[in-house]
C-alpha cells in the first residue's frame, strides 16, 4: 500500500502557521517548533503553501525563484532541520509547486518581455491582440506590455504570467525545479492549478452562459493537458516511485477532476465535493458522500476537506459556529473513504477572520472585486461588504498559540474558538481511531442516510452522523463495541437510539 493512502495531510499556510522570531510571518522555524504538536494530534503528512521568494502578490502564488527560500521563511538550515524533524518524527512533507505560471519578476519573464527576439520570449504567451479570455481574478487575462507593444496572457493576476507549456525548454526547466525540491528530501508535491496549463494555443475566444458568465472552454483543459501531466508524472516517479502527487484542479466536475488521477497520472486530486459546500446541507453532503463512493473505486481515492486557504473557515461557514455540529463534521472528514486533509487551524475549531477596511484586506480577489464594486459607484462600505464575499483572508489569519504570547501579526488573529482544547482532543482521538482501524482500500460496506443521519460502514467499523433530532435506527450490525461518541446512544439488538447531534463510532464484534 501507498504510503499517502493512510495518511492524514496537514496544510500549512506558510505565513500564518507559527511565527518563531515575532516579527509577524510564519516560518520553518516556527513549523519545526510544532512538529511535536502534529505528532501529537497524529498527522502523518504536511503540505506546505510557497515559500519561494515571492513579491507576494498573491502570497506566495507568484513565484520569482524556484531554487530559494523566501529569507522571511528562514535559511537553508532552517528548511534542512525542519525536514530532518518532520521525518524524525514519521511525518512527511510535500511543497506546492507553482508551474502554471511565474511571478513578472522572475527573471525568466524579465528576459522574455525585454525583446521579441529573446531567447525565453515564447516561454510566455505573447499575441498582438487579445481575445476575450478572463483572468480568475477578474478582467481581462491579458496585458499590455508597452516595452515590446503585444500582450501577455496570466490567467489569474498581471504580475502572475502562464508558462508556455507547448514549449519544450519551459518543461525541462520546470523538470530542473522538480529535482532540485526532491534532492532537498521532500516527499511529494501539490501541483497548483495544473489542469490550466496552456498546452495548446488556439486562442479561440471563451462562450458565455445564460447570466453572462464566462465560461472556461478554451483557456482551460486543453489538448494535450493529460500528456503533460504524465510528462510530469513520468518525471516524479522515475526518480522515486513512493514520491506523491496531488493535483489541484480548477474545476467543480467530479468526472473531470478524476481524469487526471490514476496509472501514469496524478496520484490524487483535489476534489471540491465537501470544500465547495457553501452552507450545511446535510441531503446535498450525503450525495456528495454517494458519487464520491460511485466514482472512485479499488485503489483511485478523492481527497477529503472542507477548508484550504482558498475558502472560509468551516467552523462558520458549515457549522454555524455549533461544536457538536462541528464535530460530526470533522468525524465525517476523518471516517470517511480518500484522503484527508486538514487545514491548520481546524484542530483547534477556528473561526473566520474579518477585515474592516480596504486597507486591512490582504486577498488579491477580494482587492480586485472592492475595486469592480467602488466602479459600480458601490459605498465603501457595501463594495466591503461584496469583497469579503469572496475575501480569502478569512481563513488565512495567523494562529494565537495557547503557549505563547503574541502582539504582532502580518494579516490579523483568527478567531479563537473557547474550546479549542476540546476540539484537539476530537480531532485527535478521530485521528487515532482512523490509524487504528480503518484503511482507505475499504470500500463502504453500507453508506446510507435516514432523516438527518447519515450512516455508513467501512471496514468493521461502523459510523453514525446524527446531524438532526433524536431518532432511532434498526440495528443491521448486531453486537456493536462503541469506539468513539460525544453523545448519548442505546444500542440494542433491535435499535439504535441515538440523540440529537451526535457523533457515534463503532466496531463490529466478530
Ligand atoms: C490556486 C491556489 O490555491 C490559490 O490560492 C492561488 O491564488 C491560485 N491557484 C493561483 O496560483
Not at 522515486?240 to 473531470?256: A, K, M, P, Y
Not at 481563513?395 to 504582532?408: E, G, L, N, P, V
Not at 474550546?419 to 476530537?426: T, V, Y
Amino acid at each position: 500500500m501507498n504510503w499517502w493512502e493512510e495518511t492524514v495531510f496537514y496544510e500549512i499556510y506558510m505565513p500564518s502557521f507559527n511565527d518563531s522570531n515575532q516579527d509577524g510571518i510564519g516560518d520553518f522555524r516556527g513549523i519545526t517548533g510544532k512538529i511535536d504538536y502534529l505528532k501529537e494530534l497524529g498527522i502523518g503528512g504536511i503540505w506546505l503553501t510557497p515559500y519561494y521568494p515571492s513579491p507576494k502578490v498573491d502570497n506566495g502564488y507568484d513565484i520569482s525563484d524556484y531554487f530559494s527560500i523566501d529569507p522571511i521563511y528562514g535559511n537553508w538550515e532552517d528548511f534542512n532541520l525542519f525536514i530532518k524533524k518532520a521525518h524524525d518524527a514519521n511525518i512527511r512533507v510535500i511543497v506546492d509547486l507553482v508551474v502554471n505560471h511565474t511571478s513578472d519578476e522572475h527573471t525568466w519573464f524579465i528576459e522574455s518581455r525585454s525583446s521579441h527576439n529573446n531567447p525565453k520570449r515564447d516561454w510566455y504567451i505573447w499575441r498582438k491582440q487579445p481575445n476575450n479570455w478572463e483572468s480568475f481574478f477578474g478582467g481581462s487575462a491579458w496585458t499590455l506590455d508597452e516595452n515590446t507593444k503585444a500582450y501577455y496572457y496570466h490567467s489569474f493576476s498581471e504580475k502572475q504570467v502562464d508558462l508556455n507549456w507547448t514549449h519544450s525548454e519551459v518543461k525541462q526547466a520546470i523538470f530542473e525545479v522538480i529535482d532540485f525540491w526532491i534532492d532537498k528530501g521532500i516527499d511529494g508535491f501539490r501541483l497548483d492549478v495544473i489542469n490550466n496549463l496552456s498546452t495548446s494555443c488556439s486562442f479561440k475566444d471563451n462562450p458565455y452562459d445564460e447570466e453572462g458568465k464566462q465560461i472556461h472552454l478554451n483557456d482551460v483543459n486543453q489538448p494535450g493537458i493529460l500528456e503533460a501531466i504524465k510528462s510530469i508524472e513520468e518525471h516524479v516517479k522515475k526518480r522515486n516511485s513512493s514520491l506523491f502527487t496531488v493535483g489541484e484542479i480548477s474545476s467543480d466536475r467530479l468526472d473531470l477532476i478524476e481524469q487526471y488521477a490514476g496509472p501514469d497520472l496524478l496520484d490524487v486530486t483535489f476534489n471540491f465535493n465537501f470544500g465547495s459546500l457553501e452552507k450545511l446541507d446535510i441531503d446535498e453532503m450525503f450525495l456528495q458522500l454517494k458519487q464520491m463512493k460511485e466514482t472512485y473505486q479499488e485503489n483511485r481515492y478523492p481527497t477529503l476537506f472542507f477548508g484550504s486557504h482558498d475558502m472560509p473557515r468551516f467552523w462558520n461557514r458549515l457549522a454555524s459556529k455549533d461544536l457538536r455540529v462541528y464535530q460530526l463534521l470533522a468525524a465525517l472528514l476523518l471516517t470517511s473513504r480518500g484522503v484527508p486533509f486538514i487545514y491548520y487551524g481546524d484542530e483547534l475549531g477556528t473561526g473566520d477572520f474579518v477585515p474592516h477596511s480596504l486597507e486591512e484586506i490582504k486577498d488579491i480577489q477580494a482587492i480586485n472585486r472592492y475595486h469592480d464594486e467602488k466602479n459600480k459607484n458601490k459605498t465603501d462600505q457595501a463594495a466591503l461588504l461584496e469583497a469579503n464575499k469572496v475575501n480569502r483572508d478569512r481563513s488565512r489569519a495567523s494562529i494565537q498559540w495557547w503557549d505563547k504570547k503574541q502582539d504582532h501579526s502580518w494579516i490579523g488573529f483568527a478567531k479563537k474558538n473557547p474550546d479549542e482544547k476540546q476540539i484537539f482532543q476530537w480531532f485527535k482521538q478521530l485521528l487515532a481511531l482512523r490509524k487504528k482501524y480503518y484503511r482507505a482500500i475499504y470500500d463502504y460496506q453500507i453508506l446510507n442516510k435516514e432523516n438527518d443521519l447519515i450512516y455508513y460502514q467501512l471496514g468493521k467499523v461502523v459510523v453514525l452522523l446524527n446531524f438532526g433530532k433524536k431518532t432511532k435506527l434498526d440495528n443491521k450490525w448486531g453486537n456493536l463495541d462503541m469506539l468513539l461518541s460525544n453523545g448519548k446512544v442505546q444500542v440494542s439488538n433491535e435499535q439504535i437510539i441515538i440523540t440529537d447531534k451526535t457523533t457515534w463510532i463503532g466496531k463490529v464484534r466478530v
